[in-house]
């Protein structure tokens, strides 16, 4: 453990666009970041991020249909940063989209608080996004503090 300590770790992860695998990325990045030694609140702030991010690639980026999303985290010293990309749909305007209450989606029933939580329990979130061709979020937060 020692020896790894303040090296850069990196896990990777493919999934289908699968409402079942939203619980499943959350769980593999909480596994994946137990070696930093989280707390309990910790470990809960990123399955959130984390989750709202899957979830959006698919009711969003995939509409529920096919797709795959890929899923990495990395861990350098006591930061963590975890992206999560999809080549769905895009975001034309990403700033309006990040704004608290937008939605893309109000008939179906979404509250447009997915970015705002993810901002809220990660210290860091940027989106890049090409529309047609997918979007990258890249969350991250550093423990400890
Ligand atoms: N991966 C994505 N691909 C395409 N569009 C996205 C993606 N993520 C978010 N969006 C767009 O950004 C909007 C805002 O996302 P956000 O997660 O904040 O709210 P929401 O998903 O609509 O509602 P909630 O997350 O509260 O259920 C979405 O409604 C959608 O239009
Ligand atoms: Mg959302």
């Not at 990196?10 to 959350?26: D, P, Q, W």
């Not at 991010?53 to 975890?82: D, M, R």
């Not at 979130?125 to 990258?136: A, C, F, I, K, L």
Request: proline share 3%; net charge negative; hydrophobic share 40%.
């Amino acid at each position: 453990m020692e020896e790894t300590r303040g090296k850069k770790e990196t896990m990777r992860l493919e999934i289908e666009s699968l409402s079942c695998n939203e619980a499943f990325a959350r769980v593999a990045v909480a596994a994946f970041m137990a070696r930093m030694d989280p707390t309990v609140e910790e470990v809960d702030d990123v399955k959130t991020a984390v989750s709202e991010a899957v979830t959006n690639c698919v009711i969003h980026a995939y509409g529920g249909g096919e797709g795959k999303i890929w899923i990495q985290a990395e861990v350098e010293g006591s930061l963590l940063t975890v992206q999560v990309r999809d080549s769905g749909v895009g975001i034309s305007d990403v700033k309006k989209a990040m704004e608290p209450l937008y939605t893309g989606k109000p008939e179906a029933g979404r509250s447009g608080m997915g970015f705002s939580f993810m901002e809220a329990f990660m210290d860091e979130v940027q989106v890049d996004s090409v529309p047609g061709e997918g979007t990258v979020v890249t969350m991250k937060k550093k423990l400890g503090q």
